[in-house]
């Protein structure tokens, strides 16, 4: 994807080697992809340029630091990473360790209630379906853009569990959707 770590637009590329390059093309477009989006393609070059940036690498570097202090962090409070910890961007926690009972699907709508989107994911042999899960997939590149550091991820950390532990209260949940917006006044959106 272009639109994650790359921050670019939503998109996809596809890299091979030269002996592949044709039947790939020919795959994807006209197969799977509409007409060429001239304002994506636009926007891709731009997020490649600033990929090419010095500043760039120490951005990427920010991103697996704030990953593994958010792991650590969590890893803290109880919570069990599918893998034991994270060396990339982002990280499969595996809710049951806290609460068997307690399923993807819940922590997702419980987080976005408190001011956090995440995404409920599968996890290795899950039990659940997958529109329920038992997993919920966190990543840090959204947060390193705005600016946050390893010390502001053990913060989010706190405000992922008393979200968590606070699922079916309201009334607290809006509490911490509160301290959540006034937090990230610190780190405005980029412009």
Known sequence: TTHKTLRGPRAGMVMCEEAYAKEIDRAVF???????L???????????GEALRPEF???????????KAL????????????????????MLVDLRARNAAFTGADAEKALEAAGMITNKNAIYNDPRPPKVTSGLRLGTPAVTTRGLK?????????FLDRALA???DGA?????RQEVAEFCKRFPMPH
């Open 30 to 36: 006209p197969g799977i992809q509409g007409g060429p």
């Open 38 to 48: 001239m304002h994506i393609i636009a926007a891709k070059a731009v997020a490649f």
């Open 57 to 67: 690498k120490g951005y990427a570097q920010q991103i697996v630091r704030n990953a």
């Open 71 to 90: 792991a650590d962090a969590l890893a803290k409070r109880g919570y069990r990473l599918q893998s034991g910890g994270t060396d990339n961007h982002l």
């Open 150 to 158: 390893e010390n502001d991820l053990v913060t989010v950390a706190d």
């Open 166 to 168: 606070a699922k079916d």
């Open 172 to 176: 607290t949940l809006a509490r911490i």
